[in-house]
């Protein structure tokens, strides 16, 4: 049955890969390609000034060992992270202060009666083993600890608080017989690794790999373009079809699009070009959800083989909330993207503020929103701004050759961006061109 089976399955691929672009279905397929895509996130608050201090306390006087030990991996982390940062107690530009609010631990023992199925070593008429149930009593032994912690970061320079938050790392788990029970000081030790972990991604930029669907079909050959890593052919490819007559078909080109464009989003240069793209994204997940709701890769995780046999846990951790460099729970496209949007936005806004309070009458913007120039000068976004608002042509290329500043992204990402808003080419060659571009 299992060799009928197989080569069954085996004969409806072959028919399958031999018919045309055309008319096979369009999805995801019965075997998924699946790509890995290098998320990038930024911290969640801009550390300017690089010259930290690490400051651990507790609320009660206990646990100083625990407290030593965040203070030291914390700024052992920071620095490795964040080749910006250097350790400088005494004369600190940005203070970072931890206070233990929890360092809970318990053990206990309790004993469970259980029903075990087991041989009688006597067999019925048939020949077959006859069973019987039998309780049995089990000693367990129950351990619990719990270790929570809050801290603040301190621009010592602006002297103001500019990130506050809270971090726990809960545990209760029983062990039968004791057996590959954890220490106390094993306990202590995940959870603060665990709790630096989780405050070094705030601060700092990280980068995960995280598991995408390529959609197959008609689409499918285009995909090699995205499989050799070239977004920027693979969204045109995409957007160069004509839209398919079934809105369920042409979710699929959008759901594309939309990846084509967070690839590129998290390839960019800086944060504003990233912010473009990532809003583009949203827009064609967006599309080909209200397109196509009942396709489950559009509204939920996707969990691939690879995730799941990556040290067998990471499941296991989605479900606790806990999160690790080797990886987490992959939220679905329009969910990843969105938040993703917020993290870039808030990063962008606190360049803003920290220009202005850096730079002040230099002509960052203000943060009551007078149109100023940006403190790094002409950009990329105002050139557009320009072009959107129909200025001639000889007045943009004054403007940049006039410029005595300017922060242009004239990399392969910025230069696809400019040429899709339609920005004429004679701008894009005297941007590339301006004295101003190293």
Known sequence: MIRYRSCFLSLLGVLILALPASAKKEGFGLQRKVLQLQRKNPPQVVITGERIRILAKTTDGGQTSIAARLESQLGSELIQHDSRLTLDPDRPETEIEITLLQADYDESWESRTSTRREKTGRTDSKGKAIYRDRQVTTRYKVLSHHVAVSFIVNDLRRRETIYADSVEVPFKKDY????????????????????VETIVRRLTSTTEMVQVLLPKGSL???????EAGLWSRYSEGLEGLSPKASSADESYRQYGIGLA?????????????????????AQHYNQALAANPGEKYFSKPFEGFFLRKLGGSLRSRARKGEASRSGRRVPPPLERVQDSLTKYRTLVSQDTVIAAFENPG?????????AKAEAGGLSNAQVLEMVEAG????????????????????????LVELSRAQVPPDVIRKMQGAPCVR
């Not at 017989?177 to 094993?186: C, F, I, Q, T």
């Not at 200025?391 to 990399?411: G, T």
């Open 176 to 195: 039968a017989e004791g057996r590959n029970a954890p220490s106390k000081a094993d306990l202590e030790s995940t959870a603060c690794r665990r709790i």
């Open 220 to 226: 499918e050959e285009l995909g090699k373009l995205a």
């Open 391 to 414: 200025l001639p042509e000889d007045i943009v290329l004054s403007a940049i050759e006039d410029a005595d500043q300017c922060s242009f992204d004239v990399s392969p990402a910025g």
């Open 362 to 370: 230099s002509g960052a913007k203000s943060l009551d929103g007078e």
């Open 261 to 281: 464009y967070e690839a590129l989003g998290y390839g960019a240069g800086d944060p504003d070009t990233t912010l473009r793209y990532l809003e583009k994204a």
